[in-house]
Structures are given as structure tokens and as C-alpha cells.
């Protein structure tokens, strides 16, 4: 049972655009929900996170949406640049205590000059 | 500061021997560990959990006595693959825990594994 769902699978834009990942849950009892960013041959870094009681998170050029009634939440990435390049995963989890992480498949972004 | 390292960082095996891969937390103690399993092109599945000084929890469908951990102390957990095939190819990545709350956890820069 694929608990966080994730599209999409890859995306290609341009430079200086806006790259879009979505995701959507099934388990409401998730109150936690991070960004990861993944680069080849290592392991993924945590790049932001949101809790369902904020609808949005802005961090640089990077922004979550959360839409807790929809079950589904966002990563924008705005000004796109070829060192964002990388596989982007959503993932879930519960916030309190030593909770294990629930991944979405990933999207692998490729931004192009 | 919360750096986690992986030894090795590759490693390639033939099949039917065991491979031991290390996660070190270098600069926090991390009372709990986890271990994850990415296929190519495919999500992060955890595998086990292994706190300090107790024996893992494995994750439904993972073999516990095909993947051994050792939790030996607050810096270093060991995975081993015992007897491995080439279906157990893959890259391993480990956590390391040095709070409570997720964003505490910190991802090794993983082991990727193949059996010959």
C-alpha cells in the first residue's frame, strides 16, 4: 500500500522556471511532512517541512502548500536552477518521537540552461 | 554539526558471501538507526530500526535473519547481508537519530551493494 503518492515521476524545466511536485496521503494520522532532496550516489537531505496546521512554508525559493482537507501537499520551486537538479521525495511521518518516515517514489527534476 | 557516515561506500560481492556495511554518526550519538533500501529509480522502503543496546525492529517482509543489525553503541550500527544473491543488489542508506523528532534524523551517503 503506497501510503504517500507522488507526481510526478520526472520533470524537466527550464531555468529560471517554476518546478511543481505534488503529493497527496491517505493517513490522516500523519501530522508531519518533510522534503527530502537527493543527489546521485547519496543519501537524502532534509530541505523542508510542514505541519497541517500551516497551509504554507516558504524557505527561499522553495515553498510548501498543504491542503489538509484535500490530503494533499506541494513543492514549488521557484527561479529553477541547474543545481537544483536532483531527485526530490515527499514523505510523511508522524512528528513526535522516533516515527519512522513514509517516502513518496520520488521525482527526478532536471533543470535545463 | 550531525554528520552520518557509510562504510563502505561501495561494495561488490559474489554471490553466497555476507557483507557487512557501517553507519557512524560522527558528531552527535544517536540512539536510534534506520535502515533503508532504495532500487533504482524507486523509493526509500526502511527496513529495520535498531535502538542502542536492543535487538532491531524489522519492517513487514524483511528477512531478519538474512539482514542482520547491530546497534553496538550510540555511534555505530551495522547492517549485514548474510549469503547474499544479486537479487539483494541494491543501495543501502542509513539514518541516524540524534533527537526525537524526524527532522533529527540525519541520512548516511549509503552503500550501494552488488552481488555478482
Known amino acids: 500500500q503506497q501510503q504517500v503518492k507522488q507526481s510526478p515521476q520526472s520533470l524537466i524545466v527550464q531555468k529560471g522556471g517554476i518546478s511543481i511536485i505534488n503529493c497527496a496521503y491517505e493517513n490522516t494520522a500523519f501530522d508531519y511532512f518533510p522534503w527530502y532532496q537527493q543527489f546521485p550516489g547519496k543519501g537524502p537531505a532534509l530541505l523542508i517541512a510542514i505541519r497541517p496546521d500551516v497551509s504554507e512554508k516558504k524557505e527561499g525559493r522553495f515553498t510548501i502548500s498543504f491542503n489538509k482537507s484535500a490530503k494533499q501537499f506541494s513543492l514549488h520551486i521557484m527561479d529553477s536552477q541547474p543545481g537544483d537538479s536532483a531527485t526530490y521525495f515527499c514523505?510523511?511521518?508522524?512528528?513526535?518521537?522516533?516515527?519512522?518516515?513514509?517516502f513518496g517514489i520520488g521525482t527526478k527534476l532536471q533543470v535545463i540552461p | 554539526g550531525a554528520v552520518v557516515s557509510q562504510h563502505p561506500s561501495r561494495v561488490i560481492c559474489k554471490s553466497g558471501t555476507s557483507v557487512k556495511i557501517e553507519c557512524r554518526s560522527l558528531d552527535f550519538q544517536a540512539t536510534t538507526m534506520f535502515w533503508y533500501r532504495q532500487f533504482p529509480k524507486q523509493s526509500l522502503m526502511l527496513m529495520a530500526t535498531s535502538n542502542e543496546g536492543s535487538k532491531a525492529t524489522y519492517e513487514q517482509g524483511v528477512e531478519k535473519d538474512k539482514f542482520l543489525i547491530n546497534h553496538a553503541s550510540l555511534t555505530l550500527s551495522t547492517l549485514t547481508v548474510t549469503s547474499a544473491h544479486p537479487e539483494d543488489s541494491s543501495f543501502y542508506i542509513c539514518?541516524?537519530?540524534?533527537?526525537?523528532?524526524?527532522?533529527?534524523?540525519?541520512f548516511g551517503p549509503g552503500t550501494r551493494l552488488t552481488v555478482l
Open positions: 514523505a510523511a511521518s508522524l512528528a513526535g518521537g522516533y516515527q519512522k518516515v513514509t
Open positions: 539514518s541516524a537519530g540524534r533527537g526525537r523528532g524526524v527532522d533529527e534524523q540525519f
